[in-house]
């Protein structure tokens, strides 16, 4: 678990994780450098339950860097990821392991989306069973950490990757890496209760969102910005060392590496494979699919950050 300022809510996520039905190794909370009281409540859990470890960065490293570098000490075969705002379901760990042992090198569930409290519920992340295959976790990167239970297996090729761009994206290299490695599995029940505020890093409720002919222009011009494409390069770069079984991820991944004409043949790839992004393959998701390269461009900069 990654803290960073989170005083008013820490106290409830740690007892969520405490007292899980599966018990737990040892909690690793890494402390982005706060300025709060968080740092005082998890030494006092920390001198309570010997399995807390707590570890505090001289200096302020942002999100990702610092869920990646707090990734590198995990010592147990299974790892699960944990804001530090969130409420876990008491049987959260347990039933993802039983999942896990199956055969699979991650394990993601859906989750309750909530404000104040738990009782006051605004919905389910996932109305419906979600699609995650490697061209869809590569285009449009979906499954957040909090979600995730996977095998330490994949810690060598996350450290590599961390050892390149040490702020990429988490939650999406750790789900690719697992889906490319071996097979990932969705369950659908809610096990995390998630707490959306204005404080949390996904928190998106006030970003307006795009028509579909807006939103395509707003795609075409982030093709002029330098920034965009460098954050995309360097993403797939990164991933490129991944073993990708299908030969659409193996091209896509190249192809979003080069000029303009290539990322053309990115937008017609993704509209020859359709089903690989959407449930349904009807003409609207055919048009969604094609322009799927175009919105990473225009939206990818958590990839890198």
């Known amino acids: 678990m990654c803290t960073y300022n989170g005083e008013a809510h820490i106290r409830e996520q740690l007892d969520s994780i405490i007292y899980q039905s599966y018990p737990v190794y040892e909690l690793i909370v890494q402390d982005d ?102 061209l869809r976790l590569i285009l449009k990167p979906f499954i957040p ?29 750790i789900a690719l890496t697992c889906l490319t490695l071996g097979k990932i599995a969705y369950l659908d029940e809610d096990l995390v209760y998630w707490r959306r505020h204005i404080q949390a890093t996904t928190y998106q ?45 193996q091209k896509m991944v190249y192809l979003l590496q080069q000029n303009t004409l290539q990322l053309i043949k990115a937008c017609l790839l993704c509209g020859q494979h359709t089903s690989a992004l959407f449930c349904k393959t009807s003409l609207r998701n055919k048009v969604k699919a094609t322009f799927a390269p175009l919105h990473l461009f225009r939206d990818g900069d958590f990839l890198i950050k």
């Open 33 to 134: 450098h706060s300025t709060d009281r968080t740092v005082e409540i998890i030494q006092e859990y920390a001198f309570q339950y010997s399995f807390i470890k707590l570890f505090v960065n001289e200096e302020t490293l942002g999100y990702n860097q610092n869920y990646l570098s707090a990734l590198l000490r995990a010592k147990g075969d299974v790892i699960a990821l944990a804001d530090q705002d969130d409420i876990w379901h008491k049987e959260k760990l347990m039933k993802q392991i039983n999942k896990l042992n199956e055969g699979f090198y991650l394990v993601f569930h859906n989750s309750c989306l909530f404000k104040d409290v738990p009782t006051h519920l605004l919905g389910r992340r996932y109305s419906e069973n979600p699609i995650f295959t490697e």
């Open 145 to 173: 950490g909090h979600e995730c239970l996977f095998s330490k297996e994949i810690l060598p090729v996350i450290k590599e990757m961390y050892e390149q761009v040490n702020n990429i994206s988490y939650d999406s290299v």
């Open 205 to 249: 409720e006030n970003q307006k969102k795009n028509g579909s002919i807006a939103g395509a222009l707003k795609s075409l011009s982030s093709l002029i910005r330098s920034k965009n494409k460098k954050i995309i390069i360097q993403y797939c770069k990164v991933i490129s060392i991944l073993p990708f079984k299908t030969a659409v991820a």
